[in-house]
């Protein structure tokens, strides 16, 4: 199994070994620093995303991949810095995507970032992991949508998470992959239970990936992933859904 979006270096270390317990042998973690004001804090955390938690993931069983970026909660004053080295970063064996990148308040900052960095992930034909944003969601997605139109990245090669009713008809429609984010504690839009996600596959197929989005900022549960998978079963999913929307699905947009 593979949970697709975390931010495990805000998780405790037993995480990685609750996890492989419970068969998420691939886990994605993608940066997110709440309020990065420099370009050193981003350029830091990378490091540790990629020196120290692939290696802490290692010793608990997991496959931990990484995903380098700017996400809208922490754009530095000094974000250009960030972007002439992120083609570095991406060329490390360990980092799969660009992300966690997007647009939440829709400032247009928050605009010029994601767009530099579409254009980044298309220059480098390497994925990218999408945020979507909680509020204002139709008028800002439908802006995302024009963003990502303009830079004409390969649509394949997106993964929008945190996909709901709302939007998952334009992700398909794009040609892109959405992830369900798996939250049975306070589900909010884009964050929905087991049994909203079952009825979404239920009615649009196992085209999506499935995560937990654990941070220490929101409630969230290490097994969001295992636990869904044992809901699929109850709920008469094929073994064969199962695994593309658990496993294959996310190794294929993600180039795992
Ligand atoms: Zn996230």
Known sequence: MIDAHTHMDLRPIEDFELMANAGIGVVVTCSFYLGASSSHTLLD????LI???VIRAKENGVKLYVAVGIHPYGIPRDYEEVLKTLSDY???EDVVAVGEIGVDSGSKLEFEVFKKQLEIARDQNI?????TPLRNRGELFAKCLETIREVETDPQLLVIDHADEDIVDEILVLGSTPGLTI?????ST???TQEKAASLIKCYGPVFTLNSDINNVFP???LSVAKMVHHLRQSGFSDEEIEILSDRKAREVLKL
């Open 51 to 53: 020196d120290i938690y």
């Open 190 to 192: 884009g964050r929905i």
């Open 183 to 187: 939250r049975e504690k306070q589900p």
């Open 90 to 92: 991406l060329e490390h």
């Open 45 to 48: 955390h990378y490091n540790q």
């Open 127 to 131: 994925p990218a992991v999408i945020h």
């Open 220 to 222: 969230a549960d290490p």
